[in-house]
């Protein structure tokens, strides 16, 4: 199958580690993408959804015109803003039409309702398969603790689920099939602070020093998020959160195509972990010692 | 069913401190939480203290956390929560506890709710015989109209627990419920003051209030259109967090140019010079790591001149 690929903003922005991982693992997995270039931001919950609604119908409309329905991405903020907008476009088709109508027409563009947005994460579950994922692994992360991170919008509001509740565990599902170990807490389902970094970074940074430092205490030794914007926060301003805190957090921060692509056999260096805030030092050399 | 019900228990005027106590309860299958804690205060201990009123998820009285989560004890059966034969139940986090399950609804809920105003103010006089208004007009806010104040999208927040001054969903929804009200004429002085700090650019947009609401209302959702509406009226801010404006400014701005975000810009514009200090350790560290994203050397999507005729658009219809 292949797949109309939205690699969104930040992962060649703020985290250019995660462009070049995610395509490379999409490689070696066989995964089709068709990556697309002509589109626009999604907004990411920041535009008003007067103008974001427009630009994402366009982008699907993109897709629709490559003869494409499944749209990937690799980022939880992009699957939360663009599949809600999705189903708007698709609950209402009057709203559609207007759509259509007043801002697609002009460029002969038109949605027709039959996109839907996935992220990596649901489409390893759910099209590729946990046993054919499992297959693929050279190296099993064997004895590698680690806490699982979801970013929100990849787990709310319940519409974004499609009547699949499992979805709340896939991160879980996906760190076992690499072979390494869960190391469960509280605050992988809550908010990383990222939205409020701007409009009250206090409380930002509370929460990052909330999440990071409760899994570190459970005995995670890195943590595996699907959200480039959770890892700038969890990542970037760790060291603020720390700082601010009064504590030593250092808890590494991997973005899932990295950690997939460990157990597929990668090197740190193809996955661009030095380019991490936090030092990821003591993770690739644990796993360097792996079969 | 024998179960243990394990009750939060604290007389703060006693100065003892607080302590989960079990009970054993024998319910009959279908029984609610609620009736648990009333065959408790009637068989163990008559000092219980919890609040409920109407006994069937009408008046969002019994608003606890059972199992640690949020819930109406009246409409949660024990069977559904009941974890190894135990029930948890205690006040809602992060407010004042008054007596045992009895919290601080002042402070929970009214007083952030009187912040917002909750009252009309039309702007113009009422007309003889009172306003008449079209069903169809009031379709967009009769969902937050049905709003009990049971307190649960409150108790689910994810800012509260860092923030008890935040107004939280309960407050903002009631804002939408007055700002969207066609008789009301106060939106751009709402706004503004709904756009200061504790208000609704404080809110991590994290859709917990969704999960949490009893009555469908979505309250994300509804701050989303109170943020929206902001926008439209040019309200991007209050006075004190004009950050808030020019992140949005900058945001808008650099997709509207380049059809993508150009992060290194919307840092230094949201921030402006004012901060450069603490901005270049940061910028020095992402440089040092191959990641800092280079303020305005920003190449333009193929095609961004259409996202750029979309910004018009919205902007010529508002």
Not at chain 1, 187 to 212: I, Q, Y
Not at chain 2, 93 to 120: M, S
């Amino acid at each position: 199958m292949s797949y109309a690929f939205y690699p969104g903003c930040v992962s060649r922005g703020g985290c250019p580690e995660l462009y070049p991982s995610a395509v490379k693992v999409a490689g070696r997995l066989g995964l089709g993408l068709e990556e697309l270039t002509d589109v626009g931001c999604n907004g990411a919950g920041v535009l008003s959804r007067a103008v974001s609604d427009p630009i994402n119908a366009r982008t699907f409309a993109k897709a629709e015109a490559r003869g494409l329905t499944q749209l990937m991405t690799i980022c939880s903020t992009c699957t939360g803003v663009m599949g809600g907008a999705n189903l708007r476009l698709k609950e209402a088709p009057a709203y559609r039409e207007r759509i259509n109508r007043e801002f697609l027409a002009e460029e002969r563009l038109a949605y027709q309702g039959s996109v839907d947005v996935k992220h990596l994460l649901w489409l390893l579950v759910e099209d590729y398969g946990l046993d054919r994922l499992r297959a693929e692994v050279r190296r099993p992360l064997k004895g590698l603790r680690v806490s699982p991170f979801y970013g929100c919008y990849i787990r709310r509001p319940d519409g974004i689920l499609e009547g699949k509740p499992a979805r709340k565990r896939y991160l879980e599902m996906v760190i076992e099939a690499l072979g390494a170990e869960v190391t469960d807490f509280g605050g992988k389902g809550k908010c990383c602070g990222f939205p409020v970094l701007t409009a009250n970074e206090p409380n930002s940074m509370a929460m990052v020093a909330a999440h990071t430092g409760e899994a570190k205490s459970k005995g995670a030794e890195c943590m595996v998020t699907p959200c480039p914007l959770c890892h700038l926060n969890l990542d970037g301003g760790q060291p603020r959160a720390a700082k601010m805190k009064g504590t030593a957090i250092d808890l590494p921060i991997l973005h899932l195509p990295q950690l997939i692509g460990l157990a597929l056999g990668f090197s740190a260096e193809e996955l661009h972990l030095k380019r991490h805030i936090v030092p990821t030092r003591q993770v690739a050399e644990k796993v360097s010692l792996l079969t | 069913m024998e179960l243990i019900f394990k009750v939060y228990r604290h007389d703060p005027t006693a100065g003892t401190k607080p302590a989960l106590e079990s009970y054993p309860v024998s319910l009959p299958d279908g029984a609610t939480v609620l009736d648990g804690l009333l065959q408790i205060r009637d068989r163990h201990d008559g000092g219980l203290a919890f609040r409920a009123a109407c006994g069937r998820g009408f008046c969002g009285e019994c608003t606890l956390r059972i199992n640690r989560s949020g819930k109406l004890a009246c409409i949660t059966r024990v069977a559904q929560v009941a974890k190894d034969g135990e029930v948890t139940v205690e006040p809602v986090r992060n407010i004042t506890v008054l007596k045992d399950l009895v919290y601080d609804v002042d402070e929970l809920l009214w007083q952030k709710i009187a912040w917002v105003e909750p009252w009309l103010r039309p702007a113009t006089a009422q007309p003889d015989g009172g306003y008449v208004i079209p069903d169809a007009e009031l379709e967009p806010i009769r969902k937050a109209m049905s709003c009990y104040y049971c307190g649960l999208c409150d108790e689910g927040c994810s800012v509260i627990p860092f923030d008890r001054r935040f107004s939280g969903p309960a407050a903002l929804t009631k804002a939408f419920r007055v700002v969207f009200d066609p008789r009301d004429g106060a939106a751009r002085e709402r706004l503004k003051r709904l756009g200061e700090p504790r208000g609704m650019w404080d809110c991590v947009h994290c859709y917990e209030a969704n999960e949490h609401c009893p009555r469908g209302i979505d309250p994300t959702d509804r701050i989303f259109d109170l943020r929206d509406k902001a926008v439209e009226l040019g309200v991007k801010s209050g006075t004190a967090n004009p950050q808030v404006a020019r992140h949005y400014d900058s945001f808008a701005a650099s997709v509207r140019q380049s059809g993508w975000l150009d992060e290194g810009r919307l840092a230094l514009e949201t921030w402006g010079l004012g901060r450069l200090g603490e901005l270049l350790p940061m910028a020095w560290r992402a440089l040092r790591r191959g990641k800092l994203p280079v303020p305005y050397l920003h190449r333009k999507r193929p095609g961004a001149e259409w996202i750029r005729r979309i910004f018009d658009k919205v902007e010529k219809r508002s």
